[in-house]
Structures are given as C-alpha cells and as structure tokens.
C-alpha cells in the first residue's frame, strides 16, 4: 500500500502559512520601486491588487474542497485544463516560488546588514540550507515553526502601524494621481505578486485537517487580514517618508521606522522583515516542493519524485530538488529580475485556475463536488481572468518574454517527457469539444433550412466525355431535386489568346454539336430542369468561377482530374477553382456508378463539414440510400470523449431524412483505416484537406483515400466564406 501524506495541520497553521507565504518581499522590499511607478496611490495599487487576486483565491478555495490534493495549482489546472496547461502550471509556478523563495532570502539579508557587516550570499545560503532541512524533516515542524515566525513578525508590524498612524503627514500624499491611472495599473501588476502566496496553502490540501473547512476560511481570512494590513503599512510608509528617500531605499521599512519609532521599534521592524522574508522563502520551499511530488504522481514527472522519506513523512526527493535550485538561484542568477519575470506567468496561472472551475462547472464532470462554492459564478472567474491579462500588459516587454520563455519550456518537456505516458484529459477539452460540436450541428442545420432550392452548376470540357458527363449530370439532378432546384450544364472552351472570342463563338465543331446533343437527351432522361449551354473564353478556370458567381450557384460540379506533373509547383486550374469558386464545389472521381445504397461520409478528425452531410442526406433521399458516417479516434481516446462524440453523431442521425449509420474507426492510422471501411459502400463523401504548402509536404490524405477505394467519391470544398481559419481547424482537431 502507498503512503500517504499525514493530515496533521490545522487551521492555524494554515492562515499562518498563508500570512507568511505572502508577507515578505511584498511590503518590505518593493513598495519603494511602486511608489516610483505610481506615486502615493501606490497605496491604492496594494487594495487593487488584493481585490483582483480575490477570484482566484475563491477559485482556489472551491477547487481544493473539491480535490485536497498535494500539488494545488497544479492539479486544478491539470485536472480543469488537462495535462499539457497542467504541466505548465506546474513547472512555471514551481520555478517562480523557488524564485520568490530565493528573491526574499536575499532581500532579506539588506536589513540585517543594518545591524551587522554580513555578506550577502553567504548568509542567504546558509538560511536556504536550514529551512531545506526544516522541510524535510515534516510538516508540522514546518507549521510550528511557521506560526512562530507569523506570530512575531505581525506583532510587531501592528506596532508600526499603531505607532506610525499619528507621525503621518498630509503632504507626502501631494499629487497622489499625478502617475495617472497607467501608473496605478503598473504598479498594482508590480505588487499583485505580494499577494501569490494566498493560495499555496492548496498545494499542502493533502496535508490539512478538516479541509472542506479550513481551506477556504484559512484562504480568505488571510486574504483579507493582509491586504488591511498591507494597506496600512503603505499608508504610514508614504505618510512618514519623503518620498526622493523611499523610492531609492533597499530597506524602505527601515526609513518609515526610523521616521516614527524609537531604536527599539526599528529593531522590532528588523527583526519582523528578515522573519517575514524568512518565512515567505520557508512557505515556498514548503509549498513548491509539492508541485513535482503531485505531477511526478501523475506521470508527469520522473516517479521516483513521488517517494516519501520513511522516517520522516515527507516526499524528501522532492523538497531536495526544490531546495538544490534555489541554492543555484542564489549562488549564480540575478534573483531579482527572475523573481519578476516569474511574477508575471504567476498572474496568468491564476487567470487559468479561474479558467479552471469554468471548465469544472461546465464539463459535468461527476467527481467535482466541492464544499464550498465560489460566489457570483462565472462573474468572479471572468473578472479575474480579464484583471490578471490587463495587468500584463502594464508589466513591460520582459516579463512577458520570461513568461514565454517558462511556457515553451514546459510544452517542450510535456512533448519529450510526458506525452506518451498519460491518457487522460481536462474538463475544458470536453467543454470545448462540446462546445464546437453544438456549433457545428447548428451550421449544419442552417445550411438545411436556408437553402430553399439547390442550384446546382455543372462545368465540363470538351474533352468530357459522354458516360462522364451523364455521371456528373446524374449526381447534380439528384442534389437538386431534393430542394426542387435545377442543374445547369455549362461546357467550358478555351481559346488562345490571339484567338477573337467572337469568331470562337460563332463556330460550331463536331465536339459542340454532339455535346448539345447529348445534353438535350439528358434533359429528358432526368426529371429535373436542365439548363445548358457553352461559354467561350480565354481563361477557363475563370470563366468558370465568374460564371457561378453571376448565377449565384450553390454547387459546382467538376470531374476529378489526375494532377500533372508540375502541379507541385504551380498547381491545377482545378485547384485554382476550388480555392475561389463562391460556392460549394464537388470533385466528382466516378467509377461504374450504377445502383446507389449506401452513401460513406468520413471527416478528418473535426466535425463533419454541414456541406458534406448536406449532399449526403440529398444524394440518400433521392436514391433511397442510407448513410454511413464513420469518424476517426486514436485508441487512447478517453470515454468521456467516446461519449461527446457519439452524441455529436446521434444528433446528426437525427437531422438526416434517411437511415444514418454511425461508427467510429478506432485507429492510428485513419487514412489507411478508412479505405477499408468504406468497402461496400457505392459513393464515399469526403473533403479535399490541406492547402499547396500541405500537399506539397506531407501530401492529401483525402486524394490518397479517393485513389485507393473502388467506388465513386465526392470530394467537397466549402465556399471561400464557410471554410474555417487556421486556428479554428487546428482547435477542432486537438479537442475533437
């Protein structure tokens, strides 16, 4: 039996190790850098910033009754989003609290140089090692430890505050909004990280008492006890301060209490900031360690993170690596600059935790009943996802690199490492599987309900044959008849261009004659109107186009051609029109098209386009046929996509007006796969897939299928206005 990880912290510890996880480098080192970006609003921007984190603190809250998990972030997001933002999530909010944890180690140090000549690194070093040790040796040690360091660091910041409220002055708030309202967003996107370690007592859910009760209360009490505070805080700062000396200060808290309290207090301050720098380094260590304990679990991640140490209770391999790259970050790397570039992908991991309990709620996902629910459902997730993304682009250029740089990183290792070893998927896929397979029943519906009658266009050449040219005919008076349309046949001439289009027009040749012959005997055979007639011109393929534009075509009809030899290069005229015809256009490869049956719709792994079920359910109607839809999953699909999908298909079965038979092809490979399943069915519909550059590279598996069967195919190209973007396909395939 595997072990578990012990519940033994209670709700003290945890609104202790959410104070302290959050008061640190916060208020005691960059108030001074806020107050250049926004001046005395810089007051402001602390009580924005707590209310913009309040969503995802909620979010947080409601997801952790939900899933008392070590790994907190990591797992709502994975679980919410699936593993590929999951494993971003957890290496980038790995990475940015052992940056934090090292920035407050060294920020830290700055004031004890106040009392005593210390170097730097040295001493951020050394208190790295103790509190890694600390870590390892458990929890409740941790949590003891933690309410010892709260309980004195917030004893004595109240006593800056009690003592410093009456020492402030009205004139350093002077020009409080001279900085603009870009000024105050700025610096709130600079102090929003003050308030990062509300949450990270989710991380530790597995490891608290009572959690559907503690969490939550421990989240939002702690969430608003540190903003008061941090408010007040600022307050005495820019109230007791000149603001030329907080601004350029590495120790602004020790300049306000040298302003108001005697040596005494200024100790107290000195020993409350290096406690609470200390303290938000321990909750990092804490709290992050856990991040590759929860993914390593999930295969996500080696799995020899996921050993818990057997004397000690703790997942020891995990708290080490931790511990190994803040001693890295600390000895080699400007732990500023990352500590803000960290910062930054910290507020989009938030926007995503808000994305996640969308995709909880919206999923049905069964196991997902939290305890505690977030109020004002989805309104607070949407405000928080819209706040988060406003204040990135008041960050500058770099942290948004940082943060690109955090996320390549993780989909390149998710891609290596983790791929391959997981089989699941996030609540949001199914959402938006959801999502677009509604969107695509309801265009299919409209293209059966608008078009009121299908009119139907036939371009031929002289080189057509007779047999080709009824085929073409036959299939065209069967589209149209469905909707009481008509068929036009048009044979398309192409003359040299020092040839005059009038004295081309005006000769008849044998070709001319016997196809007005033959067409003329069509419409007799067909109970359908049929128009024909010949266009001459210079440019076939544009005459073409031009010509079902000025009759408002709803189909084209072009016989199939095999591409020549320099179609590679410089493509077909055929493929020319079907890049800009305004209509629908059919490629029609027939073979021996007798009695028809059954009718094969296949798509390429997205929702059927509306246009192929359209003249699959035409075709059926008018030849008593019935339909097969057969669609393609891998053999890893989960059965929650099973089941979205043949809901998807029921409900294309029932807009149909024929038997519809539905089956999905479970296959790696379903180009190869559905030659196979096509066979015995008497015409295959099927797209044309891919653009120049994807037929010159990888090829069409679309012609590649209609190659290899032995039955008639109709291959259909939407009009230019119904295809979809590139983003648009790309999305249906990943979730579809």
């Not at 720098?277 to 804490?286: K, M, Y």
């Not at 992050?288 to 997942?315: C, N, Q, V």
């Not at 008593?624 to 298909?649: C, F, H, N």
Request: net charge negative; glycine share 8%.
């Amino acid at each position: 039996m595997p072990k578990e990880l012990e519940r033994d912290l209670g709700l003290p510890a945890v609104i202790a190790i959410s104070v302290g996880a959050m008061v640190g480098s916060g208020i005691f080192i960059l108030p001074g850098l806020a107050l250049k970006t926004a001046g005395p609003a810089v007051i402001l921007a602390y009580l924005v910033a707590g209310i913009l984190v309040l969503p995802a603190a909620l979010s947080k809250a409601e997801m952790a009754t939900a899933m008392p998990e070590a790994g907190g972030t990591y797992i709502y997001i994975e679980r919410g989003m699936g593993p590929l933002l999951g494993t971003i999530a957890g290496v980038g909010t790995w990475f940015s609290l052992a940056f934090k944890g090292a920035f407050a180690l060294i920020g830290g140090v700055p004031y004890l140089l106040y009392l005593f000549d210390l170097p730097i690194k040295p001493v951020a070093l050394a208190l790295a090692a103790l509190l890694i040790v600390v870590n390892l040796v458990g929890a409740k040690q941790t949590g003891r430890l933690q309410i010892g360091i709260v309980v004195v660091m917030l004893l004595a910041m109240v006593w800056f505050v009690v003592s410093g409220l009456p020492s402030t002055t009205g004139r350093y708030y002077g020009g409080f909004f001279e900085k603009g309202t870009g000024g105050l967003l700025a610096a709130t996107g600079l102090v929003f990280v003050s308030y990062a370690g509300v949450t990270k007592v989710a991380s530790i859910a597995e490891e608290i008492e009572d959690p559907d009760r503690n969490i939550p209360l421990g989240i939002l009490v702690s969430l608003g006890f540190t903003t008061l505070l941090y408010v007040l805080i600022v307050v005495v700062m820019v109230g007791v301060t000149p603001p030329n000396v907080l601004s350029d200060s590495a120790v602004p808290m020790i300049n306000a209490a040298e302003a108001t309290l005697a040596f005494p207090g200024v100790v107290a301050v000195i020993v409350a900031a290096v406690l609470a720098l200390i303290s938000t380094a321990n909750a990092g260590i804490l709290s992050s360690s856990r991040y590759p304990f929860a993914m390593a679990r999930d295969k996500l991640a080696p799995p020899s993170l996921t050993e818990i140490h057997e004397s000690w209770g703790t997942p020891s391999k995990a708290i080490t690596l931790t511990g190994v790259v803040m001693l890295v970050l600390i000895a080699f790397v400007p732990i500023e600059e990352i500590a803000k570039l960290a910062s930054a992908f910290q507020i989009v991991v938030f926007a995503l935790v808000n994305g996640a309990v969308v995709a909880f709620r919206e999923g049905d996902v069964g196991e997902y009943d939290p305890s505690f629910e977030s109020p004002l459902y989805p309104w607070t997730q949407i405000a928080g996802i819209a706040g988060g993304l406003a204040l990135i682009g008041f960050m500058g250029t770099v942290p948004l690199i940082g943060a690109v740089v955090i996320t390549v990183g993780s989909i390149l290792w998710y891609f290596y490492y983790a791929r391959e070893r997981v089989e699941r998927e996030g609540a949001a896929t199914d959402v938006l599987r959801r999502a677009i397979g509604q969107e695509a029943i309801e265009r299919t519906k409209s293209t059966f309900e608008e078009i009121e009658g299908y009119e139907v266009l036939v371009a031929i050449t002289e080189d057509t044959s007779a047999d080709r040219e009824r085929s073409l005919v036959r299939i065209a008076a069967d589209i149209a008849r469905k909707n009481d349309g008509s068929v036009t046949v048009v044979q398309f001439d192409e003359v040299p261009d020092q040839a005059p289009l009038g004295h081309a027009s005006e000769t008849m040749s044998a070709s001319d004659e016997d196809f007005e012959r033959r067409t003329a005997e069509l419409t007799e055979e067909f109970d359908v109107p049929i128009q024909y007639g010949e266009i001459v011109s210079h440019d076939a393929e544009r005459a073409v186009v031009n010509f079902a534009e000025d009759e408002n075509a709803d189909f084209l009809l072009l016989e199939r051609e095999d591409d020549p030899l320099y179609a590679s290069v410089f493509g077909t005229g055929v493929e020319w029109v079907t890049r800009n015809a305004p209509c629908d256009v059919l490629l029609i490869e027939e073979r021996d098209l007798a009695d028809i049956h059954s009718i094969t719709v296949v798509t390429d792994r997205g929702p059927f386009d509306p246009q192929k079920i359209a003249i699959a359910n035409a075709l059926a109607s008018e030849t008593g046929s019935r339909i097969d839809l057969r669609y393609p999953v891998d053999g890893s699909a989960t059965e929650t996509q099973r089941e979205t999908l043949d809901e998807y298909l029921a409900e294309l079965e029932e807009l149909c007006s024929v038997p519809v038979y539905r089956s999905v092809v479970e296959s790696d490979d379903p180009t190869r796969d559905f030659v196979s399943a096509t066979d015995p069915t008497d015409v295959l519909v099927i797209g044309t897939d891919g653009g120049r550059l994807r037929s010159n590279l990888f090829g069409r598996p679309a012609d590649w299928i209609v190659d290899s069967v032995d039955c008639t195919a109709v291959q259909i190209q939407p009009a230019r206005s119904e295809r979809p973007g590139v983003f648009r396909r790309t999305i249906e395939r990943i979730v579809f």
